[in-house]
């Protein structure tokens, strides 16, 4: 399948959420190999960093919102073995290929995986210590309605985390990273995805993320305190950490 794809700025909401759902469902035999070139080999450790960060207090549960092929919740059962995590994603082709990541790493028993909406979390109120997204908010156009039902599945005083790949704030670094991320990936891409025009949409959709700044305040406006930023290889990627306050 080769197909080109409009940038962020030429869709609408509706046509955007339509076409990451296409674009996801289309890359899942190479989605583990291409996000370890996207991120340089990194997005492992910055997965491990998240981890690290996490506390678990109440429920010992752990939400992972667009789950994709389930590797953050992979790492959280690996370090945290108290735990049981729940992964959703709204697209059923990357679910399927979790499932099955899961069921070889034996982990089936504390790892639950489903279909469903970020915008529409099917959980009660206060259901998780900590919610997190992994490279996944960038594709949600209402951002803060996301945010917002992290927030309210998650316990007060739990953890909200944001991990999400972002231009570098160091100016040296911007010009090459952008060259790599419109150059250099969708030729790489060629070479191992059966739809190589899908990595066009992720480098446009990195460059016309949030910057770390405005992602804060939207974690603040979505009900959030406590917001902290951790820059992670020169700004290649932040984690967004907030807490849910008592009274949300």
């Not at 909406?117 to 996944?136: N, R, T, W």
């Not at 209402?142 to 790949?165: F, H, I, N, S, T």
């Amino acid at each position: 399948m080769r197909k080109k794809y409009p940038t962020v700025a030429e869709v609408t909401d509706i046509e955007r959420i339509e076409m990451v759902k296409e674009i996801f469902a289309t890359v899942t035999g190479s989605y583990d190999l291409l996000n370890h070139i996207l991120s340089l080999g990194q997005d492992i450790a910055w997965r491990r960093f998240a981890v690290k960060k996490m506390c678990f207090f109440d429920t010992c549960r752990m939400l992972d919102v667009a789950t994709g092929t389930a590797d953050l919740g992979i790492t959280v059962a690996r370090c945290h073995p108290d735990t049981h995590i729940t992964g959703l994603d709204f697209v059923r082709e990357m679910v399927n290929v979790a499932h099955e990541k899961v069921r070889a790493r034996h982990l089936s028993d504390r790892i639950r995986l489903m279909v469903a909406d970020a915008l529409f979390l099917p959980f009660p109120d206060s259901s998780f210590d900590v919610v997190a997204m992994a490279f996944g908010l960038r594709n949600i156009p209402d951002k803060v309605c996301a945010l917002r039902e992290m927030c309210r599945v998650v316990v007060p005083g739990g953890q909200v985390m944001v991990l999400e790949l972002t231009l570098p704030r160091i100016r040296i670094f911007q010009r090459p990273y952008a060259v790599y991320l419109n150059r250099i990936l969708p030729r790489l891409a060629t070479a191992f995805s059966s739809n190589p025009g899908a990595y066009h949409y992720l480098g446009d959709s990195i460059m016309n993320f949030q910057t770390p700044e405005i992602l804060a305040g939207l974690m603040k406006k979505a009900g959030l305190e406590r917001v902290r930023k951790y820059p992670l290889t020169l700004g290649v990627a932040h984690l967004h950490v907030g807490v849910k306050p008592a009274v949300f």
